[in-house]
């Protein structure tokens, strides 16, 4: 199956600093998604993103499908941010996503 | 919109035993696919169920089984409880049209003693 691998594992920064989060997947993908999972276990959508680039306030997301990655900015840190960041992909027309192991931040002050 | 609704969001239950599991996709949603998160195995996929169909299944064992109903709601069942069952049950909603944006309930977090 296709597999997912996310970078850094945990990452932690100070209020107001930027960051790069990379997902790598091994085969091509018809759906991306980044999720925020908060620490209730929720996973809030922030991208649908399987190719291009968005942006949705301080947060943007980038994937490049033709060499199997996505890149997740997050600018300005706020405590609020802190959390897992999780990339997920799926292949095709299938619905199930297949998750990486995700990144988790902590932002101080 | 109302969002994806899970029930019960805690569960305890015993070794041996069985748990019924409940979730309610967006309104207009037609496919729920659950998930389970575990710290040592992650987010892994469980099954998927489309009009009533299960439509994709992920590599657990027959203790795990789901269904749907008319109205898109779905549960999944977990019969002869064992402690790896311990876990974050996450189920989500979507289109399902294939490679749809796919939404997440709050999950229900099952405690097996």
């Known amino acids: 199956g296709i597999q997912v691998e996310q970078s850094p594992p945990d990452l932690i920064l100070q209020e107001g600093a930027n960051s790069t989060l990379r997902c790598n997947f091994s085969?091509?993908?018809?759906?991306l998604q980044w999720f925020h999972q908060n620490p209730w276990g929720q996973l809030i959508n922030l991208f649908y993103?399987?190719?291009g680039t968005k942006q949705n306030g301080r947060l943007s997301a980038t994937t490049v499908a033709t060499e199997r990655y996505s890149l997740l900015y997050i600018s300005s840190s706020q405590t609020t941010d802190s959390g897992v960041y999780f990339c997920?992909?799926?292949?095709?027309?299938?619905?199930?996503?297949?998750f990486g192991t995700g990144t988790r931040l902590q932002v101080t002050l | 919109k109302a969002g994806v609704t899970q029930t019960p969001r805690y569960l305890i239950k015993t070794r041996g035993q069985q748990v019924t599991l409940s979730c309610s996709p967006i309104?207009?949603?037609?496919?729920v696919s659950w998930y389970q998160q575990t710290p040592g195995q992650g987010l892994q996929f469980l099954f998927e169920?489309?009009?009533?169909?299960?439509?994709n299944k992920g590599n657990f064992p027959g203790r795990f089984s789901g269904r749907q109903f008319s109205n898109s709601r779905s549960e999944m069942n977990v019969s002869t409880l064992e402690l790896g069952d311990s876990a974050l049950y996450l189920c989500?909603?979507?289109?399902?049209?294939?490679?749809?944006?796919?939404?997440f309930g709050p999950g229900t977090r099952l405690t097996v003693l």
């Open positions: 993103i399987p190719s």
């Open positions: 309104s207009g949603h037609r496919s």
């Open positions: 169920y489309f009009s009533e169909t299960q439509r």
């Open positions: 997920a992909v799926a292949p095709g027309t299938a619905s199930k996503l297949t």
């Open positions: 085969d091509s993908v018809n759906n």
């Open positions: 989500a909603s979507s289109l399902g049209r294939g490679a749809d944006t796919q939404y």
